[in-house]
């Protein structure tokens, strides 16, 4: 709630509810709680992501990869993929991405100019799978896993660089 932001931040209620109104990244639930934040949610998605031993889930694949960094802490994602069904399982540190099952796992991105990005970021088993979805999908393409962990390392650099000095 507000009120409860309010209280930890030591903010007045006014002064809070002004500034996340102003956020773009913002999920509530039916009773405007807000229950999710820039891809971090406890809505369940496909997506999901234990860290510090509280499940969660990201609104997309390509969120548990930047996320663990933002949050200083080792996250453990599970998902599946969007062709197949095939568990896909990951750990990723703010430092490294430190395992990746099956290691021939991939990851759909879209053009940035595109709208809707969370629905076309998934995980696929292996490229073959992921080049068949993607040939379905215009302005979608495929990057290694390792390759969309440090695009997300310089995402969160561009848009974070305050929340980096010290990471």
Same mark, same amino acid.
């Given at each position: 709630?507000?009120?409860?932001?309010?209280?930890?931040?030591?903010?007045?209620?006014?002064?809070?509810?002004?500034?996340?109104?102003? /956020?773009?990244?913002?999920?509530?639930?039916?009773?405007?709680?807000?229950?999710? %934040?820039?891809?971090?949610?406890?809505?369940?998605?496909?997506?999901?992501?234990?860290?510090?031993?509280?499940?969660? %889930?990201? /609104?997309?694949? /390509?969120?548990?990869?930047?996320?663990?960094?933002?949050?200083?802490?080792?996250?453990?994602?599970?998902?599946?993929?969007?062709?197949?069904?095939?568990?896909?399982?990951?750990?990723?540190?703010?430092?490294?991405?430190?395992?990746?099952?099956?290691?021939?796992?991939?990851?759909?991105?879209?053009?940035?100019?595109?709208?809707?990005?969370?629905?076309?970021?998934?995980?696929?088993?292996?490229?073959?799978?992921?080049?068949? /979805?993607?040939?379905?999908?215009?302005?979608?393409?495929?990057?290694?896993?390792?390759?969309?962990?440090?695009?997300?390392?310089?995402?969160?650099?561009?848009?974070?660089?305050?929340?980096?000095?010290?990471?």
């Amino acid at each position: 709630t507000i009120a409860r932001l309010s209280s930890h931040t030591q903010l007045s209620r006014e002064s809070v509810s002004a500034t996340v109104k102003q /956020w773009p990244d913002v999920e509530y639930d039916s009773g405007r709680l807000i229950v999710g %934040f820039l891809g971090l949610t406890i809505n369940t998605t496909p997506h999901k992501f234990i860290v510090n031993d509280r499940t969660l %889930f990201t /609104w997309c694949a /390509w969120d548990s990869l930047f996320i663990p960094e933002l949050l200083n802490a080792t996250a453990s994602i599970t998902s599946h993929c969007a062709i197949s069904g095939e568990l896909i399982r990951l750990n990723t540190s703010p430092i490294q991405l430190e395992t990746v099952a099956p290691v021939t796992a991939m990851i759909s991105l879209l053009t940035p100019a595109m709208c809707q990005f969370c629905q076309y970021v998934n995980f696929f088993h292996s490229a073959e799978t992921g080049k068949e /979805w993607v040939q379905q999908h215009p302005g979608a393409f495929l990057l290694s896993i390792d390759d969309a962990y440090h695009l997300g390392k310089t995402f969160n650099r561009a848009r974070y660089p305050e929340l980096m000095v010290n990471i």
